[in-house]
């Protein structure tokens, strides 16, 4: 299967900071991306959907403010959260597919964020 | 709107066993189904997709089957091992290609040796 990578792969920071979460398709080129967060013991739930060189549709509920999706280029989006607080505490994972690839998504290992 | 549901939440089995883990979506406009595992605190591997125009897929000890009228899904574990143990999450992707892929909570299955 295609690779798909994230970093970092876990992170500290204190509220009120921000934090950049990378992903990366390593051998193909990913014309759409997909964060999802995933709470303890809960789901993933699909945050936002973000198409190379376009602006990314967020979920309902999902602020875009706080939660700044970049996808610039074909192998590599960033997910920012801004202002980060204790309640953002989580596990995001990406996704990645592209048309080389049919319509199969690839998941990247996650980032787990803790904010104290 | 889709909604996914896994039954059980979660499942203890001795080694050996096979066993069945169930899946459900609301809307039969499904565009395919896959089924992922995840390891505790881990990142997501995908185990079997299913495409809508089939019936199964077969990888291994690993049998998925999908039968799309009646929108449920299930996935065949032979001869459980320890191995196994992790959280098996079942998912489905809208009738659009690219679309984003809906969870179930998932089954959390423990193989006692």
């Known amino acids: 299967g295609a690779v798909v990578s994230q970093h970092p792969s876990w992170v500290i920071c204190k509220s009120g900071t921000s934090v950049k979460i990378e992903c990366r398709s390593l051998d193909f080129q990913a014309t759409t991306m997909f964060w999802y967060r995933q709470f303890p013991k809960q789901s993933l739930m699909l945050m936002a959907t973000s198409n190379e060189g376009s602006k990314a549709t967020y979920e309902q509920g999902v602020e875009k403010d706080k939660f700044l999706i970049n996808h610039a280029s074909l192998t590599l989006s960033t997910l920012t959260v801004t202002s980060a607080h204790p309640e953002d505490s989580s596990f995001y994972i990406c996704s990645a597919r592209g048309l080389a690839r049919g319509n199969e998504q690839f998941f990247g290992p996650g980032t787990r964020l803790t904010v104290l | 709107k889709q909604e996914v549901t896994q039954i059980p939440a979660a499942l203890s089995v001795p080694e050996g066993e096979n066993l069945v883990l169930n899946c459900s979506f609301t809307?039969?406009?499904?565009?395919?189904l896959q089924w992922f595992r995840q390891d505790p605190g881990k990142g997501l591997t995908s185990l079997l997709l299913i495409q809508s125009s089939q019936r199964e897929q077969t990888s291994g000890r690993l049998n998925a089957s999908l039968d799309k009228s009646s929108g449920r899904s299930t996935l065949y574990i032979a001869a459980s091992q320890p191995g196994d143990s992790a959280t098996y999450l079942c998912?489905?992707?809208?009738?659009?290609?690219?679309?984003?892929?809906?969870f179930g909570k998932g089954t959390t299955l423990s193989v006692s040796s």
């Open positions: 998912a489905v992707a809208l009738n659009q290609a690219g679309t984003a892929l809906i």
């Open positions: 809307d039969s406009a499904i565009y395919n």
